[in-house]
């Protein structure tokens, strides 16, 4: 395949952590950026070292050098940015959460396999490499058998307009509580017998926060927490019969320690050095596009769209809707 040359579509704060991480990796290219501000669009091409700039999305769909599309945009518009690039036949990265709802992520994954579009969802966590060494570690008995494992992540983004906005679906859950459930399925996988959770409201009515108990057909029980009021300590904590595993930041790897039942650390792991952690999706995207498939094995369609149904049915729990649904 070569050079990939990549585009994304929004300029806002995340797209620039992904064009600092474009600008990290060979055999990626900056290609183009697409706003609907062409001011706001060559202002970023020009910081980043983008090669074209477009005022239009559908504009920036419509050049046929493109080899990827990073949807950057706010997840209430995932589905309809999503729909464009599918339609002008680009391949996708969608930044999480993938959509606002299951129902969306359905009809975009039905859209993409009917045109023969590559997309895949942009949940970084689910690519880095350093989830295959917990889960090396996990493996070899050192904790025993797992039993239960608990997922903080928190900060303080309550004075952020879409976090407040119902229009942009907002609140926690799809923004914070999303790595959480997330880090969760990771862990203990997918079997899952039964989900509980509570939540407070914004004045907006979206959750401000909330505290989610999943318990997996085989016993093993997870217990996440997301707030947008305050800043949490970000940690994974995985029980086990001889001992426990503390992760340092569910929403970006950096460390894992490992203690006995005497409470001693007996060993600890260091994440590998990183861009900024996101070019573990670009490079999965386009390993996955030279060998001509239509998603990524880190994060397949049938994952994405089986975490949609479980956050659709805790916003049904809590009596969270978005004004568009």
């Known amino acids: 395949m070569g050079t ?3 585009a994304i579509l929004g300029a ?9 991480t474009i600008a990290g990796l060979e055999d990626v290219k900056a290609y183009a950026v697409a706003s609907r501000d062409l001011d706001k669009a060559k202002d970023f091409a020009e910081k980043f070292g983008f090669e074209k700039a477009y005022g239009s999305y559908e504009e ?8 990827l599309v990073y949807v950057a945009t706010p997840h209430s518009h995932h589905f309809d940015h999503c729909k464009l690039c599918i339609e002008a036949g680009k391949p996708i990265l969608c930044e999480k959460a993938f959509t606002a709802n299951a129902e969306q992520a359905e009809e975009l994954c039905r859209l993409a396999k009917e045109k023969n579009v590559f997309m895949t969802e942009a949940i970084w966590t689910r690519y880095m490499p350093f989830l295959a060494t917990m889960k090396e570690v996990i493996a070899s008995g050192v904790i025993g058998a797992p039993c239960l494992l608990t997922g903080n992540l928190g900060y303080t983004l309550n004075h952020v307009q879409r976090m407040q906005d119902p229009a942009l679906a907002g609140g926690s859950l799809l ?3 999303v790595y959480a459930i997330n880090f969760a399925s990771m862990i203990f996988g997918t079997e899952v017998e039964k989900v509980s ?6 004045d907006t009515g979206m959750d401000e926060q909330n505290s989610i108990t999943i318990i997996f057909k085989d016993k093993k029980i997870a217990v996440l927490n997301s707030t947008m009021m305050g800043m949490s300590d970000r940690k994974g904590i995985i029980y086990g019969s001889k001992g426990f595993i503390v992760v340092e930041n569910i929403n970006n790897f950096e460390s894992m320690k490992v203690f006995n039942e005497q409470y001693k650390e007996i060993a600890s792991y260091q994440r590998p050095d990183q861009i900024t952690g996101y070019e573990y999706e670009v490079i999965a995207s386009k390993k996955a596009l030279e060998e001509g498939r239509l998603e990524c094995e880190e994060m397949p369609h049938e994952e994405t769209i089986r975490v949609m149904k479980m956050m659709d049915a805790l916003r049904h729990e809590w009596g969270v809707r978005y004004p568009f649904e």
């Open 12 to 20: 806002g704060k995340i797209a620039e952590t992904m064009a600092r």
């Open 4 to 6: 990939l040359n990549l």
């Open 60 to 67: 920036m769909l419509a050049d046929p050098q493109i080899g």
């Open 197 to 202: 959770s509570v939540c407070t409201y914004t």
């Open 175 to 177: 923004d914070l509580g």
